[in-house]
């Protein structure tokens, strides 16, 4: 932990503080451009050094190895490494709320998805589902980079859409690979397993409770996940659409006869001013 906030230090000060003063950013845009700007360094480097355990343990080569061998609880240093980190930096994030100064409408937000990272990446890591944790962290991870990476250049020229696009079509890809990841590692692979016993000593949990449970809280996260990305692209929708509108403009309405004149003698729609209350006519009639 001590050692991601003097990163996250280190990344604030002589990198996005730079940035943001040539930019001149609002106050809104200012917090989330830090925002954007030390996620998106932690998910690449976080994706990189992910994909480079996947390689170098055959995960690719052979996906049967997400619950064959069931429990996993040997691990090689890397990957107990890789997690260690992973539970290190999302711990940090509660006091980088007080030092980066976070407003109060946006600290529940912040809390809500710090929470989810640590709920996962933990329950990975106790259950020994780390082969499947690894494997949606670095899908996951890889997503998010690609969205911050786009709103940072969105801050920098407004006119930049494409990322948006892209990652909305990765976005929804990624829900459902997570979906189907699960699903088979825990729906089919663990509940065809020989030894589905409870057993604390050798951290077998692989027992129907369990996997309905990690299972629901797979599936209600991505729900989640999903509602937020609906509300999102709506919101966008829509001011997109208010933004393209051409203003409506009124047409005057023309009065025929003698009561139009009146209505431009007297005033505006009807209401007497003060030049037509106090015309010279009446002042003559006053004096004779």
Known sequence: MLVAIIIHAIIQEYVLDKINRRMHFSKTKHSKFNESGQLSAFYFFACVWGTFILVSENYISDPTILWRAYPHNLMTFQMKFFYISQLAYWFHAFPELYFQKTKKEDIPRQLVYIGLYLFHIAGAYLLNLNHLGLVLLVLHYFVEFLFHISRLFYFSDEKYQKGFSLWAVLFV????????????????????????????????????????????????????????????QLRRWREHSTFQAPPVRKKPTVTKGRSSRKGTENGVNGTVTSNGADSPRNRKDKSS
């Open 173 to 232: 890809l990624g829900r459902l690979l997570t979906l189907i990841l699960s699903v088979l590692t825990v729906g089919f692979g663990l509940a065809r397993a020989e030894n589905q016993k409870l057993d604390f000593s050798t951290g077998n949990f692989n027992v129907l409770a369990v996997r309905i449970a990690v299972l629901a809280s797979i599936c209600i996260t991505q729900a989640f996940m999903m509602w937020k990305f609906i509300n999102f």
